[in-house]
């Protein structure tokens, strides 16, 4: 049986793809209200989403370059959505 893999849907910049590949595995969400990515602070997500930037590197990137891009998009990324209130302690 020939077997295809899915191909992720074209991305219009590193920063996206960096974002799709976090979003996929699972390192980022969106907050539910405002749409802002927030961090998930999941040490084994982190992991597949660098695994997967050095494995699938978009076109003209290297591994290395990839891996970077993705590191740079996470640590842009807070915990925290700006718009939300603070929640009381």
């Known amino acids: 049986m020939l077997m295809t893999k899915e191909r992720r849907p074209a991305i219009r910049t590193l920063r996206g793809w960096a974002l799709s590949v976090l979003q996929e595995a699972g390192a980022i969400?969106?907050?539910?209200?405002?749409?802002?990515?927030?961090?998930?602070?999941?040490?084994?997500?982190?992991?597949?989403?660098?695994?997967?930037?050095?494995?699938e590197p978009p076109e003209g990137l290297s591994?290395?370059?990839?891996?970077?891009q993705v590191r740079e998009v996470l640590h842009s990324i807070g915990d925290t959505c700006p718009e939300c209130p603070p929640r009381p302690d």
Do not use: S
């Not at 969106?30 to 997967?52: F, Q, V, Y």
């Open 29 to 55: 969400h969106e907050c539910e209200e405002h749409g802002w990515a927030k961090d998930r602070a999941d040490p084994h997500a982190r992991e597949h989403a660098l695994d997967i930037a050095r494995q």
């Open 63 to 68: 591994p290395d370059q990839a891996v970077g």
